[in-house]
């Protein structure tokens, strides 16, 4: 089975610092992995994901992450974030065959302090 | 543009009413999911089909059944609505391959009283 493990439930930090919101995950098997973000009062929408290839992933919105294999984690990063990126980020991953299943990370709520 | 909508964005019911939540998608996607979202649990799959009339159960079937008549529609049925059943609901729907971005509807927040 798999998991997914989003260690900070919160993350304040000041506007233009830089930000890391941590997602580890444990599977048997190769997974697909995911970011997306939840905008206030809003649904969910991709940020970046990793498939194969490059260990260095980037998204919309000047984020990218960096799969590790043999750390299993999946963290996201921005260099200098704004107000507007104040939203609930869900990490996420699916195997690569043999289920249609997303497993989801409980989220980090990040707050970008004026 | 992908577009997924759900039927109502606030919903208030009374115990023990049986309430329909409707998803509509219009990219022809061959898979769609209801989750629920509740604080600290992140999202949790409630079921998923993967065809018209097929569907699984995911995470937390209890309580709830679905139905998927035509390719595009998918909804959410509560039988007989309790408290605990109080949360948002999120419906998704992405292409078949396990890479394929689930893309989501902007979800139903349900009270039941």
């Known amino acids: 089975a798999q998991s997914v493990t989003q260690l900070d439930s919160q993350v304040p930090v000041f506007e233009e610092a830089p930000v890391e919101l941590r997602c580890n995950y444990s599977?048997?098997?190769?997974?697909?992995l995911f970011w997306y973000v939840q905008y206030p009062n809003q649904g969910l929408q991709l940020l970046l994901k990793?498939?194969?290839?490059?260990?260095l992933v980037k998204g919309i919105n000047g984020f990218e992450a960096e799969f590790n294999k043999s750390q299993t984690s999946f963290h996201l990063r921005k260099p200098s974030v704004h107000i507007s990126d104040t939203a609930e980020y869900f990490c996420?991953?699916?195997?690569?065959?043999?289920?249609?299943?997303?497993?989801f990370g409980t989220g980090t709520r990040l707050k970008v302090l004026a | 543009d992908v577009k997924v909508t759900q039927s109502s964005r606030y919903l208030v019911k009374r115990t023990g009413e049986k309430v329909f939540l409707e998803c509509v998608q219009d990219?022809?996607?061959?898979?769609m999911f209801w989750y629920r979202q509740d604080p600290g649990l992140g999202l949790r799959l409630i079921y998923f089909?993967?065809?018209?009339?097929?569907?699984e159960k995911g995470d937390i079937p209890e309580g709830y059944s679905v139905s998927r008549e035509k390719k595009e529609r998918f909804s959410l049925i509560l039988e007989s609505a309790s408290t605990n059943q109080t949360s948002m609901y999120l419906c998704?729907?992405?292409?078949?391959?396990?890479?394929?971005?689930?893309?989501f509807g902007p979800g139903t927040r349900l009270l039941v009283l």
């Open positions: 990219m022809d996607h061959e898979n």
């Open positions: 089909s993967y065809d018209v009339k097929m569907k």
């Open positions: 990793y498939l194969s290839g490059s260990t």
């Open positions: 998704a729907s992405s292409w078949r391959g396990p890479e394929e971005t689930q893309y």
């Open positions: 996420a991953v699916r195997r690569f065959s043999g289920t249609y299943k997303y497993i």
């Open positions: 599977s048997s098997v190769s997974v697909y």
